[in-house]
């Protein structure tokens, strides 16, 4: 079994499976950058102390205290594996479980939860008895059956109103990711510098591959060594050819109730950013989707959306 620079055993003896730092000849010096995005050594720091991002890059954040300066409570632990909520991050940093989707905890014990199902009381029917107060007094003829009705209300000869148009919607519209290795990013990348820029290489080959959009969302990241089942990412980039900027959950595709497509980086290591652009979009908020939108992520991996009539 390896051990990482930091001291947690991993099973792969490249990658930590814990922290995601790269283990031996493979470790890459503080500092580095990805993506247009500036790390330094305070996010080291940061990990140590329960940070979300597995590696040693990234900007440090703060952890949150409860009201007026006093500690908050337990941390909330995720429903599939009991890992701890990482402050207010939305995924769990080890299976990716969404926090806000997931249903909430038991009540505490001696809560009041009313008769189980199937032992409501139901309701007596009304027995018939007598009227001691008829609906019409004596002499006046009775009401019609089924009795009076409300008058329509009064519209304005000729008023017309416009029949409301449809809701807009991207339903029937299939959505498609296309993973490729992408040199001009790369060539952004090294061109920003850092401790190993000049050591990394541009994969000689790789075939560009796709998926399909489908549920309600779609994690992407790089498998760690043995994962299988619901805690490996459904869109799996650890290759070959193995991109060393990307962690093991680095994005979220998150599908929207008109059909459409969001993108959510939940705390990467080295950040993501979109359509060539040089800022990281911000951590844990959604950015809606287009054809189109080409979504980079490590040292030369982009994902390309793609849209089109079902």
Sequence with gaps: MAICPKGHDSIADDFCDRCGRPIGQQSMSQGTQYGGVQHSSQHSQHSQHGGQSSGTFGPATLQPTGDYGYPQGPPQLCVVC??????????????????????????????????????????????PTHDPYPTHPPGYPPPPP?????????????????EPGPPSTHQGLAWTVWVTADAEYFERVVSQGGP????????????????????????????RAGETGSGAPEIDLSGPPADPGISHLHVVL?????????????GST?????????????????????DGDRIHVGAWTTLEVRVHQM
Excluded: K
């Design 254 to 266: 998150m599908s929207r109730p008109d059909g459409s497509w969001a993108l959510v980086d939940p």
């Design 146 to 162: 089924g009795g009076y009705t409300e008058p329509p209300p009064y519209t304005h000869p000729g008023t017309q109103y416009p």
């Design 82 to 127: 009991h890992t701890p909520r990482g402050g207010e991050a939305r995924f769990c940093e080890a299976c990716g479980n969404d926090f806000d989707a997931s249903p909430p905890p038991p009540p505490p014990s001696g809560y009041d939860q009313g008769p189980p199902p199937g032992q409501w009381q139901q309701p007596v029917p009304a027995q």
């Design 270 to 290: 080295n950040g993501t950013t979109l359509n060539g652009g040089q800022r990281a979009i911000d951590v844990n908020v959604p950015v809606d989707l287009r």
């Design 196 to 223: 190993d820029a000049h050591a990394m290489r541009f994969p000689p080959y790789h075939e560009a591959w796709h998926v399909s959009l489908r549920g309600e969302r779609m994690r992407v990241g790089r498998r």
